[in-house]
Every structure is written in C-alpha cells, then in structure tokens.
C-alpha cells in the first residue's frame, strides 16, 4: 500500500510571496492527485499528473516519477488561495481507490 | 456540470442512535467512496463500491455499512453511533472506464455524536 507523506503541515505567507508544497509517495503510481479543500470542506480536484508539470493559472505541479516526490507552487499568492492542499496517491499502479496525505493547510496573510 | 451531493451539512445525533448518511451523484459513475476525515489523519477510506450492491471494505470499516441499491446513491449507516464516530464525511464517485480515476467530492457532513 502506498504511504503518502506531505510537508509543511502547516504554511504562513505574506500575500505575493511564493508556495511550494512537498509530497512524496512510496510505490510506483499511474498518477498524483492534488486536491484543494476551503473552509466548509467541499474538496475540488486541482490536478492529476502523471509525469512533467502541468500549469492552470497561478498554479504549477511537477512530479518525479524517479525519485516518487510531486511539489504544488503557487505563484503571486492571495488571500483566497488560503485553504488545506492534500496529495493523494493510487494505492498502487493503476488501482481506483487512493491514500491521502494529511494535507497542508495554507494561510496567506494580505 | 457534475455534482456529488450529500444529504446533510450538519447532524447531530445521540450515543446509540442508528444514523443514515446519503450521497447521490449525477454522473452515472460506478465507483462511489465513503470516507472521514479528522484532524492530522486525513482522509481515511470507510467504504468503496464499484457497482450496484457490490461493496469492499476500506480502512476503517467497524461500526459501520453501507449499502448501494441503485447506481446514483450509495449509504453510509452507523447502525449504533458512538462519540468517537463523530467527524466529517465525505462521499465521492470516479468513473471506472479509464485512468486515473478522477475522484468528485460532496461537500461533506459534518456529525457529532453527543
């Protein structure tokens, strides 16, 4: 079964500054999940990739399938991106169900 | 616009109460999931269902069942609630027809047993 770790737990930043997010899995996978989940708790899906970088907005995810380790930036951080970033893995190649990392939970300060 | 619905935002129930949770998506998806989530544990898998009246246990299945009599709607049931089931749910479908599995999440329930 996959272990899926993320780092920091918690994370403060001024408004504009620049966000990495850590998350590092344990067995080969077919794809990584970001997700996002704002106060209330309604969770969306932000990104699935399987290899390189992927790009929507001000927000960038990369992945090394090689060293099994995925990072989330945020650029020109705001205020609305505070929310609790969670990775997610397959629970191995291919498998439907998937294992969460506790989550990050961001707060950026205007 | 695709859609995970559950029946209640909030729920308070009683020690030793059988409590009933629903979640109805509109996707026509055949993977539907039952998890909770809690403080520094994350996300935790109760349930999963890949069909109608199929189930497989997840992580954490004691204390609970579910049941799935049609494709769109997939039950939670804490047949006796206990405060240590108190929490929040949240359901979740994917499609199986292929890779990798995007998962769609209620806005989930949040219980407490008192």
């Known amino acids: 079964k996959n272990e899926v770790e993320q780092s920091p737990q918690n994370l403060t930043a001024q408004e504009g500054e620049f966000i990495t997010i850590n998350c590092s899995y344990s067995?080969?996978?077919?794809?990584l999940h970001w997700l996002q989940q704002h106060p209330g708790g309604g969770i969306v899906s932000l990104f699935m990739?399987?290899?390189g970088k992927k790009k929507h907005g001000r927000l960038i995810a990369t992945i090394n399938i090689q060293e099994k380790h995925s990072s989330l930036h945020i650029t020109a951080s705001h205020p609305r991106d505070s929310a609790v970033y969670i990775c997610?893995?397959?629970?191995?190649?291919?498998?439907?169900?998937?294992?969460f990392g506790t989550g990050t939970r961001l707060t950026i300060i205007p | 616009d695709v859609k995970v619905t559950q029946s209640s935002r909030y729920l308070v129930k009683r020690t030793g109460e059988k409590v009933f949770l629903e979640c109805v998506q509109d996707?026509?998806?055949?993977?539907m999931f039952w998890y909770r989530q809690d403080p520094g544990l994350g996300l935790r898998l109760i349930y999963f269902?890949?069909?109608?009246?199929?189930?497989e246990k997840g992580d954490i299945p004691e204390g609970y069942s579910v049941s799935r009599e049609k494709k769109e709607r997939f039950s939670l049931i804490l047949e006796s609630a206990s405060t240590n089931q108190t929490s929040m749910y949240l359901c979740?479908?994917?499609?199986?027809?292929?890779?990798?599995?995007?998962?769609?999440f209620g806005p989930g329930t949040r219980l407490t047993v008192t």
């Open positions: 979740a479908s994917s499609s199986r027809q292929r890779g990798p599995y995007e998962q769609y």
């Open positions: 996707m026509d998806h055949e993977n």
């Open positions: 067995v080969g996978i077919s794809a």
């Open positions: 990739l399987s290899s």
């Open positions: 997610a893995a397959p629970l191995n190649f291919g498998n439907e169900k998937l294992t």
């Open positions: 269902s890949y069909d109608v009246k199929m189930k």
